[in-house]
């Protein structure tokens, strides 16, 4: 009976975390949840954004589902963002953030952005002398190296995936070092060497590079051309939200947070949405597919596929929150999803 542990956090959090339990507890009921606190309201009542009791619940349960927390928006002692703080004292070292065509008449896009998520400008290294600051961007070729091997094991993952569902005429696995090297000759330049070296490895999978700003183009313009990218920090964070808007928005975009052991978060990509929070009409379809990947993660993949179709039923039944252009609850989406898994 695996345990998962739900952090709800801020905001929609709130709304959206409970909602994919609904959905868990439905495809596998003999999971067991346990709850704990985290974020900025925890950090008022309690003096810790993330006490030690959740990250004792998040080190001992099977995986965790988190929500979103607020930041405050300038520096608060003693304040630390809880995922940057998860991510960093269980070495979640790897961000997978998935993007596929959710909607008709949305282009073709099915790609992984697998995103290193310990260092890069995220390396909490940042100091400021009078008027000028400076933030440290490390680069490592342990952590380039291992950000690498998890994106070509994915891409021979999802090769498999697509053989196996048939799709004969899908593309070759290839995966794209996104870098700035022309600029950040040393870091950047590491990275990428780093990365080529471990494509030697894989001599299955097509390895292509391409600089971040033209990433950025290419995958609005033409994102057929993409299957996983690997990238820095920053990059990651930034490109998955501009993959994530061709395909309707935020709210319905899942991510993964995996280590070399066995502690996993899963998260939707979305913050804490303070303007629409506490009104019911958050998209919870971005939890609900991170819920997803948990199940495959916990070993339950057959529950995984039985979700992303009951979600993909809902979709095409029009059951769409506001940010999709409908007008449903998220109470609505859930129901559609939970009668999506009966069909
Ligand atoms: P956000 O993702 O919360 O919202 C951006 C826009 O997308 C807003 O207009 C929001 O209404 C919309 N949106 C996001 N999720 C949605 C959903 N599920 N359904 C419908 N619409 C949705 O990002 P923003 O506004 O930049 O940040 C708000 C707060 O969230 C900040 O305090 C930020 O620090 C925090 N944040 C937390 C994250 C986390 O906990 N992992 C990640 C990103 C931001
Ligand atoms: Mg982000």
Known sequence: MPLICLIPGDGIGREVVPAAAQV????????????????????QRSGSALPDATRAAVGSADATLFGATQSPSGPVAGYASPILALRRSFDLYAN?????????????????????????????????????????????????????????????????????????????????????????????????????????????????????????????????????????????????????????????????NVGAGPVAVFEPVHGSAPDIAGRGIANPLGAVLSAALLLEHIGRGAAARRVRRAVTRSLAGGTLTPDLGGAATTGQVVAAVLQGLED
Request: aromatic letters at 6%; glycine letters at 8%; one cysteine or more.
């Open 24 to 43: 868990l507890a439905a495809v596998q009921p003999d999971l067991r949840f346990v709850e704990a606190d985290a974020g900025w309201d925890c950090f």
């Open 96 to 256: 997978l953030r998935p993007v596929n065509t959710l909607l008709p008449g949305q282009p073709k896009v099915d790609l992984l952005i697998v995103r290193e998520n310990t260092e890069g400008l995220y390396s909490g290294r940042e100091h400021r002398e009078g008027d000028t600051a400076i933030a440290e961007r490390v680069i490592t070729r342990p952590a380039s190296e291992r950000i690498a091997r998890v994106a070509f094991e994915q891409a021979r993952l999802r090769a498999q995936a697509r053989l196996a569902a048939g799709e004969a005429s899908s593309p070759s696995a290839t995966v794209t070092i996104v870098h700035k090297a022309n600029v950040l000759k040393l870091s950047d330049g590491l990275f990428r060497e780093t990365c080529l070296g471990v494509a030697a490895e894989y001599p299955d999978i097509r390895v292509k590079e391409m600089l971040v700003d033209a990433a950025a183009m290419w995958l609005v313009k033409e994102p057929a051309r993409f299957d996983v990218l690997v990238t820095t920090n920053l990059f990651g964070d930034i490109l998955s939200d501009l993959a994530a808007g061709l395909v309707g928005g935020l709210g319905a975009a899942p991510s993964a």
